[in-house]
């Protein structure tokens, strides 16, 4: 925030300034030229944001209130019709508590793997830069290359896990064909998928926290979690603020691997909502509700982003 | 020099500013042609030897064997003739096809002829985007030619609008080498309480240190085999319009299928039954006349033998058909549509049909394809090859709500997978998913009765 108003304000400072300096006939002219060349910078890049981002909204807000089925030549106006229609529907309403479920999993589970690898990749270790390395692998890897890697080490007759299953003495379970499991797995793919990236934000925030403040705890005879609780953790607020915001933003999102490994089944055991609304759009041709969904997820994810920027902000510590 | 500089600096990025935006407002009006304002989807360079023929785009929905053919059926009709070009271009599954070929009617930017899945043609036709091809027919190729129970399915009101091509029913595979080793006789059983007799049997083989069970459930799509367990129950998804999947005989079926999961322990939800089977994870599997040469392939290198049957009888004996077929879109102009019927024309000589069965494992849909020699040396020579074929006349066309509500076939599936891994009761799945079927059902009713 505080940069734009810095650019906002250097901007009106140069006006003033650029006001100041030539004879009153010729300001016009010379405002104006400034006015087209700003419009230059900016209409390309708003009419992009306009086209790709704010009229897919508006559009989508739109198609909410029809009945379309994506082929016939007019939309048929239904009001709030396809609201109502999802909540009240029992499917939908379980796919929104896995989809609590799934995110909350997600984003907590890898919020802490990932300062835990971080803080473990801070130390002083033999071969840290190798393990760094493959702790951020799996964030460059496609989905589609993850859920075929993962489906295998899941397969309960040939896959990788079998075998440390039955070194306690258990069957493997069927993971991606057992209502109980398939979700588990899921979020521990995305847990292996997300942990690195998270560690490498973690690590860099890490880097930066200055070793004067350890030093002055170390004096006082504070102990490590001590430290960390009441320095490192504090520290790297910006840091968790950025991760846990963007984190459940991403994870709202998630389709690749769930398309791949489950296709939302069994049943409906991992019908995320972004799942819903692909199955409503394309394969059930219904476009109002698959967008009256989307509305709702995208009211969803304002108001908790809102509700973080609130409440997490406050705890912010930007040194 | 400097203020000229600057000023060149600034025109230069407010010009490519300028260009940018007009790219772009040249990018979303382009794309039209054509008078009704379709134009043809697009695709590689049209080699220079046919670029003064009529192109045809063909969107279809095949890979591997299936997928080499219709290339190699592509390439030798080009060869063959001096007026049209085709090109195949492949899109996908069956639904990701449907998926793009919706994409491509609401940009305005379509192919000519599309294989359809025997679900997803319905879609298109309720929509009126598929053009009756009736008038085709003539001398280049009859209505006769082709097998008339697989035609039929593609006739709505009296007019012709999905042509067969890929058509495939589920056969009863078997491991021949694991039933011999069960002290089991060498065919397929009659009756499923014959087979579930038989299971005891296979109960305590091991293959590779793994129990081997009887039969596995697709999760995807296991609807369709499913089908015709309910028919062979004596029951149907729907009777017309009529939902009846929450009936006692498919009830029945169901409950069946959840036993043999949960109580005999012989059975089983699987990604890939197919792959479980190639793998000796089963001994029995229902699944498509389209999956032999896979089979046989995977029997060779694992040096078992795999045995065809019927379907076994409860009530009845019947299976479904099912798979795809040509259809064609109306709004392709008058030209293109005649040019990609030479195509048609030429997918349904009797020669052309027989290589694209014997490549595939898909049934002959062109009657007179069974008496080419290789075919026929084919069909003699391998059991296997000519359950399928003998398979025909107990074949019934699919239930209406399955073939035409949109979604249908999802809800049932999903519906089934709460059986086969949750250990839900059928009743309480099959009422579910029967309120839901009415549902889709209502909203399509009207538009439905008017197409049929």
């Known amino acids: 925030m505080s940069a734009v108003d810095a650019r906002a304000g250097a901007r009106s400072a140069d006006t003033v300034g650029a006001g100041d300096r030539p004879p009153p006939r010729r300001r ?54 396809n609201y109502t229609d999802l909540l009240t529907d029992g499917d939908f309403l379980g796919t929104l508590r896995i989809t609590v479920i799934f995110v909350l999993g997600i984003v ?8 835990a690898i971080a803080v473990l990749l801070n ?45 306690v003495g258990l069957a493997s379970p069927n993971w991606m064909t057992s209502s109980k499991w398939a979700l588990p797995g899921l979020i521990i793919v995305y847990l292996w998928k997300n942990m690195g990236f998270i560690a490498t934000v973690y690590l860099a925030g890490l880097q930066n926290v200055p070793r004067d403040l350890y030093e002055a705890a170390a004096i006082d005879g504070s102990g490590p979690w001590h430290t960390f609780r009441k320095i490192t953790f504090p520290m790297l607020s910006p840091v968790t603020f950025f991760l846990v915001i963007t984190t459940t933003i991403g994870t709202f999102q998630a389709f690749d691997i769930i398309a791949l490994m ?3 089944g069994p049943g409906n055991s991992t019908t995320i909502l972004s799942w819903f609304i692909y199955q409503q759009a394309f394969k059930a041709f219904d476009a109002g509700h698959a967008a009256a969904a989307a509305m709702l997820m995208f009211v969803v994810l304002i108001i908790i982003t809102a509700l973080q920027a609130r409440f997490l902000e406050r705890k912010v510590h930007y040194r | 020099m400097v203020a000229p500089a600057r000023l060149s600096r600034r025109s230069l990025l407010a010009a490519s500013g300028g260009a940018a935006l007009a790219l772009t407002a040249a990018g979303c009006g382009g794309g039209s042609g054509g008078g009704n304002g379709f134009a043809q989807a697009s695709g590689d360079k049209v080699p220079d030897k046919y670029a003064k023929r009529t192109r045809v785009v063909v969107w279809h929905a095949y890979s591997g064997n299936p997928g080499t053919a219709i290339t ?94 890929a058509r495939s029913t589920p056969i009863f595979y078997y491991n021949k080498t694991l039933f011999h080793k069960a002290g089991l006789p060498d065919r397929g059983p009659a009756t499923w ?152 024309e030429f997918c349904g000589k009797a020669e052309n049909s027989a290589y694209w069965t014997l490549t595939t494992g898909y049934l002959p849909v062109i009657d007179a394809a069974v008496d080419e020699p290789d075919l026929k040396k084919r069909l003699a020579d391998d059991p296997n090859f000519s359950t399928a074929v003998k398979q025909l006349d107990i074949v ?57």
């Open chain 1, 28 to 81: 016009r002219p010379r405002h104006l030229r400034e006015y087209l060349l700003f419009l230059a910078f900016i209409v390309p890049n708003f009419f992009f944001v306009i086209v790709f981002a704010y009229w897919p909204v508006i559009y989508n807000a739109y198609l909410s209130l029809t009945s379309w089925n994506m082929l016939a030549p007019v939309k048929e106006f239904v009001g709030l019709t």
């Open chain 1, 108 to 115: 907590l589970g890898s919020m802490v793997l990932g300062l």
């Open chain 1, 123 to 167: 130390e002083k270790l033999i071969g840290r830069g190798f393990v760094r390395t493959m702790a951020f692998a799996p964030h460059i890897l496609s989905g589609a290359a993850i859920g075929t890697i993962w489906l295998f080490i899941f397969d309960p007759n040939y896959g990788l896990l079998r075998p440390i299953f039955g070194v």
């Open chain 1, 262 to 264: 489950t296709g939302g």
């Open chain 2, 72 to 165: 190699e059926l592509a390439k030798r009709f080009n060869e063959s003739q001096s007026d049209v070009y085709v090109e195949a271009q492949f899109q996908g599954t069956y639904d990701e096809t449907a998926q793009k070929v919706t994409a491509a009617v609401q940009a305005k930017k379509i192919p000519d002829l599309v294989t359809f899945s025997e679900v997803n043609w319905h879609n298109f036709y309720l929509n009126d985007l598929l053009e009756p091809l009736d008038g085709y027919f003539g001398s280049g190729l009859k209505r006769s030619a082709y097998n008339q129970k697989l035609l039929s399915e593609g006739v709505l009101k009296d007019k012709l609008w999905w042509l067969p091509l």
């Open chain 2, 193 to 344: 309480d014959e087979w579930r007799d038989w299971s005891k049997q296979i109960k305590g083989l091991k293959v590779k240190g793994k129990q081997v069970k009887m039969e596995a459930y697709q999760k995807v799509d296991g609807d369709w085999q499913f089908q015709g367990s309910v028919w062979q129950w004596g029951g149907a998804y729907s009777n017309g319009l009529n939902v009846a999947i929450d009936q006692d005989p498919a009830v029945a079926a169901g409950e069946w299928q959840r036993e043999l999961i949960f109580k005999d322990k012989m059975a089983y939800m699987a990604d890939s039954p197919s792959v479980d089977f190639q793998n000796q994870l089963i001994a029995t599997l229902v699944t498509s006349t389209g999956g032999l040469q896979g089979m046989t392939e995977a029997a060779e290198k694992g040096k078992w033998e795999v045995g065809t049957a019927f379907v076994p009888k409860k009530e009845q004996q019947v299976v479904p058909t099912g798979g795809g077929g040509f259809g064609m879109l109306a709004y392709s102009p008058k030209d293109r549509k005649q040019a990609a019927w030479k195509f048609i």
């Open chain 2, 396 to 452: 019934r066309k699919e239930d209406e709500v399955r073939l035409m509500v949109p979604n249908a076939n999802i809800l049932i599936y999903t519906g089934l997978q709460k059986i086969w891994a949750n250990n839900t009761p059928a009743k309480q799945v099959f009422t579910d998913v029967a309120g839901q079927l009415k549902k889709a059902t209502d909203k399509v009713r009207k538009n439905i009765e008017k197409h049929i």
